[in-house]
């Protein structure tokens, strides 16, 4: 009953964004990696902003081996944590170029190792490039499922933890790009669209907080 609960809601997202996928800019794999990378405590908007010039220079691993630490803040000063984000783009350059010939390790065990990558990292790396079944569980991703009738959890880890035993390369479909986008612009944090929401009937916040305001 829950796993076709599941399919039911993974399909419901799909139809309400067809078109889903990561609003981070970026140009080839490597980019990706950086712009994940970048993305931490800061938004994908924020992110873009920068990118759109940085990315004119670092385009592969070696030109982030060029670049001085220096270099590089001076184009992300803007983004949050700009000066640990710099160094660990300068390393995980130099590492990419000396340990894998420039190409981007594919599993998570990998990925992890380079630094600045995290295991969240890593996961939306890998969800956005091959279509693994990772989610990640960001604030409203946590936020959206609480609300629905999904999960009963008090952090966004704990959150992650239980649904990735639910979801496999069969039911997950597009879930990691619609979850995010259904929290960042339908179940907003202040003013969700109950209105327009498939899972009104189904929400526990809707039931307990919003049809009694
Ligand atoms: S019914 Fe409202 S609170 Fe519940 S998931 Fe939909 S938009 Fe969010």
Request: glycine share 2%; charged share 25%.
């Amino acid at each position: 009953m829950f796993k076709k609960d599941i399919l039911e809601f993974a399909a419901k997202l799909n139809e309400m964004f067809p078109d889903a996928k990561t609003e981070l800019y970026y140009n080839n794999e490597f980019q990706l990696l950086i712009a994940i990378l970048m993305s931490a405590q800061a938004t994908d908007k924020q992110v873009n902003i920068v990118n759109r010039n940085f990315f004119n220079f670092l385009i592969t691993p070696e030109d982030g081996v060029k670049m001085d630490t220096d270099y590089i803040k001076e184009f992300i000063n803007s983004i949050s944590f700009f000066n640990n984000k710099a160094v660990n783009i300068k390393k995980t350059c130099d590492i990419l170029v000396k340990e894998h010939n420039s190409q981007i390790p594919r599993t998570i065990e990998e990925l992890v190792k380079l630094p600045g990558v995290w295991i969240k990292t890593a996961k939306v790396f890998l969800a956005v490039i091959e279509d693994a079944p990772y989610i990640w569980v960001d604030t409203h991703v946590h936020r959206v499922l609480n609300r629905l009738w999904l999960v009963n959890t008090k952090s966004p880890l704990e959150t992650d933890k239980k649904i990735s035993k639910w979801f496999t390369k069969e039911n997950h479909g597009m879930l990691h790009n619609t979850l995010v986008l259904f929290g960042r612009y339908h179940c907003i944090a202040r003013k969700p669209k109950c209105e327009t929401c498939p899972f009104v009937e189904k929400c526990k916040h809707y039931k307990k907080v919003i049809s009694k305001s």
